[in-house]
């Protein structure tokens, strides 16, 4: 597998497919794998894919970072994948490090995709991530604790049809897995984040993507995303909690290549 580098970090990615460039940035202890349900489903696209740093096979970190380091991060790795420009899709966390990547460095984004992200904290996600970061602390067993994760992350409706211990111990078994300090390091850029001061600087035509089951990031917080960045366009995803992507793989595409113009 192909590695870039920046700040001194190890970043492991991956090209695949055909057309149009698209840069791939996941969320909170996502990588890669996150995307495999709606990998085949953007065919008539070149996906730049990569693991952010402190997951996957990307290099741990030793400090506490932003998501403007990791938006030069995921800079960095559409360099080395050979393409001046392209169209960038962030989910979540990822989509604060999108936020930065455009208001950055306008001339590399074609067309942005902001799904379920914000432009600032309020109380209540405060809050949240303030338990997220004592759950990792304090619970030891790594199931229990991805099971609370979960919980929060998947809507009801996909809560109502899945085994969570079952469905968090297969992820476990694949190795899919992020340590204490990484993600406690992670939960760190989410808090700190705010951009809604600065978003009304962004040039690319933006999508804005909610889900009506999210109860991480309400629609309102999308909302004030979208209301932020001039023209931008707003969707949502039906059935779906925080990840549609994995909940609901074929709705979230279909409204992603509808907005990109894939074919």
Request: with cysteine.
């Amino acid at each position: 597998m192909p590695t870039t580098h920046n700040d001194g970090l190890e970043l492991a990615y991956q090209v695949s497919g055909e057309g149009p460039p698209l840069l791939i940035i996941s969320g909170l202890s996502a990588e890669r794998s996150f995307w495999a349900l709606s990998r085949p489903l953007l065919k008539g696209f070149t996906l730049i894919e990569f693991d952010n740093r402190d997951i996957g096979k990307s290099q741990r970190a030793k400090a506490a970072y932003t998501a403007a380091d990791m938006a030069r991060d995921a800079l960095a790795v559409l360099d080395a994948s050979g393409f001046e420009k392209a169209h960038v899709i962030g989910h979540s966390m990822g989509g604060m490090i999108a936020q930065e990547l455009a208001i950055a460095a306008p001339k590399r984004v074609n067309r942005l995709v902001l799904s379920n992200t914000i432009a600032r904290n309020d109380l209540y996600t405060t809050e949240i991530m303030r338990l997220f970061k004592e759950l990792r602390l304090q619970l030891d067993n790594e199931l229990t604790f991805g099971a609370a994760l979960t919980t929060f992350v998947l809507g009801m409706r996909t809560l109502n049809k899945i085994p969570l211990f079952a469905a968090v111990q297969q992820s476990l078994d694949a190795g899919l897995y992020q340590e204490k300090d990484a993600f406690i390091r992670q939960v760190g850029v989410c808090v700190g984040f705010d951009s809604l001061a600065r978003i009304g600087t962004i040039t690319a035509p933006t999508l804005a993507i909610y889900c009506d089951d999210d109860r991480l990031f309400s629609p309102a917080m999308v909302r004030e995303v979208a209301n932020g960045i001039p023209g931008a366009k707003l969707d949502e995803i039906i059935d779906s909690g925080h990840c549609p992507m994995v909940e609901a793989p074929e709705n979230f595409c279909t409204t992603v290549r509808a907005f990109l113009g894939g074919n």
